[in-house]
């Protein structure tokens, strides 16, 4: 069946450092990558959606300065919070999708700033 | 506007009692799909039921793509099935963006 890990499952970070998340699909191809967060207490907000050979489309209030992605192949992407504060905190979800499917999730990861 | 409106917006039942979950959305969805978050967080996808009836296990899920609106039966619930409840839809543009609800939270007391 089709799995999607996500690590790691919880973090730590320091107020203005960075943190990278990762994201692994097994048994299809990740054509479509979503990054999600969950804000304490709020539903998922899309952060970017990565096609495999497009651009990676950033929603509003969201930059690739802020959040890098990466999605070099068919089964992994990753992504980074650069100078992470207390706002940040959250749950991030990768989504990923053959295009023709539903979407699998990953578990999450959990992430907490100090 | 909201695009993907959620009801109610909690829920409380007896064991054994029926839930009726409500996804309303503002335009034409070319997937509609419904998950459950884990007290821990993480989400599960329950059906995937872009128009018609679907079944699996207890659940089962109408989308009406006419009338914009999904609905997600749970029967006799249990108390495993404490949670929140999400309904995603897609944009019709194909771009493979899923828009999430505000979520149902359930809870299913003993």
């Known amino acids: 069946g089709a799995l999607v890990y996500q690590y790691p499952r919880r973090t730590i970070c320091k107020s203005g450092t960075s943190m990278r998340m990762e994201c692994q699909a097994v048994?299809?191809?990740?054509?479509?990558v979503a990054w999600y967060r969950q804000s304490p207490q709020k539903t998922f907000e899309l952060i970017a959606l990565?096609?495999?050979?497009?651009?990676?489309?950033?929603e509003q209030n969201f930059t690739q300065e802020k959040f890098p992605i990466s999605h070099p192949n068919l089964s992994f992407s990753s992504m980074t919070v650069l100078n992470a504060y207390l706002e940040d905190r959250g749950l991030y979800l990768c989504?990923?999708?053959?295009?023709?499917?539903?979407?699998?999730f990953g578990s999450g990861t959990r992430l907490l700033v100090i | 506007g909201q695009q993907v409106q959620q009801s109610p917006a909690s829920l409380v039942l007896q064991e054994g009692e029926n839930a009726e979950l409500q996804c309303n959305f503002s335009?034409?969805?070319?997937?509609l799909q419904w998950f459950y978050q884990r007290p821990g967080g993480s989400l599960v996808s329950l059906l995937y039921?872009?128009?018609g009836t679907k079944h699996t296990g207890r659940l089962t899920s109408t989308t009406v793509t006419k009338e914009r609106r999904s609905s997600l039966h749970i029967s006799s619930s249990q108390t495993t099935d404490s949670g929140t409840y999400f309904c995603?839809?897609?944009?019709?543009?194909?771009?493979?963006?899923?828009?999430f609800g505000s979520g149902t939270q359930l809870t299913v007391m003993p």
């Open positions: 989504g990923a999708s053959t295009g023709d499917s539903d979407y699998t």
């Open positions: 990565s096609t495999v050979n497009s651009a990676i489309k950033y």
């Open positions: 995603a839809m897609e944009l019709p543009s194909g771009s493979w963006q899923l828009i």
């Open positions: 048994g299809f191809q990740a054509t479509s």
């Open positions: 039921n872009p128009s």
């Open positions: 335009s034409t969805a070319t997937r």
